[in-house]
């Protein structure tokens, strides 16, 4: 009876394991020769997100549902995470096979630069959509600007995610010490709803496609007590930074706000180790293009993913599977 029970605890703790999205992946490395998108061998891979209550989650899971139904030997399991910093650190830990990611995160990644004391072997399957930073503050907290969260409580986002990182330069972009000059709150997005609501955070940044439920959610309930700040201002500090951030505008239609917002963008990447077996990174492309109605149906944000810009992932190098399948489906060079 005992072994019967070890046995069966061993097999549970192995299930959850997977569906956790760790080291159970088995997605080979690249063993050269030329890609035919053909994977002989069946691959399970993980594919880690962002917070349960954004896009990328929401994504993540419907790219991993539609993977499975490809019938190409690729299996795939999504997984909430703190996004895109410790995305890539467990994408080079071999953790996770696919990773969302911030394009100025990307760019860190592979120049050593920002969070990374080293340049990471990262490479991208394709860009996907595009991030628009939510700066959102209570209306009885009198913030006006960024520069006017010195002294407030202000949510930076989870650590080690994207939101994160541009928070933390939007703050010194407007002159503010973030470790110092604003009281962070380090708080994953549904955490950091509930604060605005309860009155315990001032301010939220967050980084995300359109609509984000966790957003979509504060601003049904809330609308009254919140407002959106236009930090654009502040994009030449930015983009001394990294030329990727440009303006961009969140449309009244999408969270039904008096007007337009204007703010600060940056696209996406679908990451992977530049190592992955590149079959098996052809038939994760080529289902993200193949199977994109489906993940609309999961979040609008999938809209943006189109072959016209799939390339446009410098500094980070399209895998070279990727490339295949980007050539296959008629991407522009």
Same mark, same amino acid.
């Given at each position: 009876m005992r072994r019967i029970l070890s046995l069966a605890l061993v097999s549970a703790l192995a299930a959850a394991t997977a569906a956790c999205g760790g080291r159970q992946n088995t997605a080979s490395t690249d063993a050269g020769g030329s890609v035919t998108c053909e994977v002989a061998q069946a691959a399970r891979v993980g594919i880690a997100t962002g917070n349960a209550t954004g896009v *990328?989650?929401?994504l993540g899971n419907a790219f991993a549902e539609q993977v499975n139904s490809t019938g190409k030997n690729?299996?795939? %399991?999504?997984?909430?995470?703190?996004?895109?910093?410790?995305? #890539?650190?467990?994408?080079?830990?071999?953790t996770y096979d696919v990773a969302f990611s911030l394009a100025d995160t990307a760019a860190d990644a592979v120049n050593g630069t920002g969070s990374f004391t080293a340049k990471q072997p990262v490479a991208a399957? %394709?860009?996907i959509h595009t991030n628009y930073t939510q700066v959102i503050v209570r209306k009885a907290a009198g913030i006006k600007d960024v520069a006017g969260m010195k002294g407030k409580?202000?949510? !930076?986002?989870?650590p080690k995610s994207g939101t994160e990182v541009i928070a933390t330069r939007v703050l010194a972009a407007a002159g503010l010490k973030p470790?110092?000059?604003?009281?962070?709150?380090?708080?994953?997005? !549904?955490? %950091?709803?509930?604060? #605005?609501?309860?009155?315990t955070v001032d301010a939220l940044f967050w980084s995300g496609g359109?609509? !984000?439920?966790?957003?979509t959610d504060l601003l049904t309930t809330s609308a009254d007590q919140v407002e959106f700040l236009d930090i654009t201002p502040l994009l030449?500090?930015?983009?001394? #930074?990294?030329?990727? *951030?440009?303006?961009?505008? #969140? +449309?009244?239609? =999408? *969270?039904? =706000? +008096?007007?337009?917002?204007?703010?600060i963008v940056v696209p996406n990447f679908l990451l992977v180790r530049d190592n992955l077996d590149p079959n098996v990174a052809c038939v994760l492309t080529?289902?993200?293009?193949?199977?994109? +109605?489906?993940?609309?149906q999961a979040n609008a944000a999938a809209k943006e993913i189109n072959l016209q810009t799939a390339r446009k992932t410098g500094p980070v190098a399209v895998h070279r599977g990727a490339a295949k399948a980007l050539d296959d489906l008629g991407a522009p060079k």
């Amino acid at each position: 009876m005992r072994r019967i029970l070890s046995l069966a605890l061993v097999s549970a703790l192995a299930a959850a394991t997977a569906a956790c999205g760790g080291r159970q992946n088995t997605a080979s490395t690249d063993a050269g020769g030329s890609v035919t998108c053909e994977v002989a061998q069946a691959a399970r891979v993980g594919i880690a997100t962002g917070n349960a209550t954004g896009v *990328y989650f929401a994504l993540g899971n419907a790219f991993a549902e539609q993977v499975n139904s490809t019938g190409k030997n690729v299996q795939a %399991t999504a997984s909430e995470t703190g996004a895109s910093v410790q995305n #890539i650190q467990q994408l080079v830990a071999g953790t996770y096979d696919v990773a969302f990611s911030l394009a100025d995160t990307a760019a860190d990644a592979v120049n050593g630069t920002g969070s990374f004391t080293a340049k990471q072997p990262v490479a991208a399957l %394709t860009r996907i959509h595009t991030n628009y930073t939510q700066v959102i503050v209570r209306k009885a907290a009198g913030i006006k600007d960024v520069a006017g969260m010195k002294g407030k409580r202000v949510s !930076t986002g989870s650590p080690k995610s994207g939101t994160e990182v541009i928070a933390t330069r939007v703050l010194a972009a407007a002159g503010l010490k973030p470790d110092t000059d604003v009281q962070a709150q380090k708080l994953d997005l !549904t955490k %950091t709803v509930d604060g #605005i609501k309860d009155g315990t955070v001032d301010a939220l940044f967050w980084s995300g496609g359109l609509p !984000t439920p966790g957003i979509t959610d504060l601003l049904t309930t809330s609308a009254d007590q919140v407002e959106f700040l236009d930090i654009t201002p502040l994009l030449p500090e930015m983009q001394k #930074i990294n030329e990727v *951030y440009q303006e961009g505008v #969140i +449309p009244a239609a =999408t *969270y039904k =706000t +008096p007007a337009d917002v204007k703010t600060i963008v940056v696209p996406n990447f679908l990451l992977v180790r530049d190592n992955l077996d590149p079959n098996v990174a052809c038939v994760l492309t080529k289902a993200l293009f193949d199977r994109k +109605p489906q993940l609309e149906q999961a979040n609008a944000a999938a809209k943006e993913i189109n072959l016209q810009t799939a390339r446009k992932t410098g500094p980070v190098a399209v895998h070279r599977g990727a490339a295949k399948a980007l050539d296959d489906l008629g991407a522009p060079k």
